[in-house]
T-cell receptor
Framework: GAVVSQHPSWVICKSGTSVKIECRSLDFQATTMFWYRQFPKQSLMLMAT?????????EQGVEKDKFLINHASLTLSTLTVTSAHPEDSSFYIC????????????FGDGTRLSIL | SQQGEEDPQALSIQEGENATMNCSYK?????LQWYRQNSGRGLVHLILIRSNEREKHSGRLRVTLDTSKKSSSLLITASRAADTASYFCATALTGGFKTIFGAGTRLFVKA
């Protein structure tokens, strides 16, 4: 149980393109979803926290207009990287949490984004 | 700086040996979690230990928590090549709404 599906797993696109990444909880309802960015051989950097039906809470230094997060239902959150540039190339991972806060997170398999 | 810091940063051992990873944190926590990440994949939750617990076991995993020292350790016994991965501790802060991940320990188990 507690499966999180993240798509796509790999994206290569030209600079200036907008890219949408989907994160779905397949067998549970996620009260909260998280979006992380991870650089090679480094830890996860939390970008934003989103709850269904409300605006995402962004971490300091993360541009809201650059990284658009939509959490339309209890099983789906999307991250759109708008007008992507090479410096946005990274590994993006989502996670979903069910029930009370501070419980374990269930992670998707990540999306490797490469901007040319 | 990060809430959770781990050492060693990297660890290389032979199959069958035990692997110990340590995590230190700075502020009061609700619980501490350990995750594993295989290269290029998402994280998998391994074990959660609450702030009022001192030790927890799950299969070949043993986690300890010392809140007075603000530290935790993850012990993997009788390691296997398949245990090769990065291991992260994550702290759920008291009164907080998010979990903060440490820098991770890269474990390499040689067959």
């Amino acid at each position: 149980g507690a499966v999180v599906s993240q798509h796509p797993s790999w994206v290569i696109c030209k600079s200036g393109t907008s890219v949408k990444i989907e994160c779905r909880s397949l067998d549970f309802q996620a009260t909260t979803m998280f979006w992380y960015r991870q650089f090679p051989k480094q830890s996860l950097m939390l970008m934003a926290t989103s709850n269904e039906g409300s605006k995402a809470t962004y971490e300091q230094g993360v541009e809201k207009d650059k990284f658009l997060i939509n959490h339309a239902s209890l099983t789906l959150s999307t991250l759109t990287v708008t007008s992507a540039h090479p410096e946005d190339s990274s590994f993006y991972i989502c996670s979903a949490q069910q029930g009370p806060i501070n419980q374990p997170q269930h992670f998707g398999d990540g999306t490797r984004l490469s901007i040319l | 700086s990060q809430q959770g810091e781990e050492d060693p940063q990297a660890l290389s051992i032979q199959e069958g040996e035990n692997a110990t990873m340590n995590c230190s944190y700075k502020t009061s926590i609700n619980n501490l979690q350990w995750y594993r990440q295989n290269s290029g994949r998402g994280l998998v939750h391994l074990i959660l230990i609450r702030s009022n617990e001192r030790e927890k076991h799950s299969g070949r995993l043993r986690v300890t928590l010392d809140t007075s020292k603000k530290s935790s350790s993850l012990l993997i016994t009788a390691s296997r090549a398949a245990d090769t991965a990065s291991y992260f501790c994550a702290t759920a802060l008291t009164g907080g709404f998010k979990t903060i991940f440490g820098a991770g320990t890269r474990l390499f188990v040689k067959a």
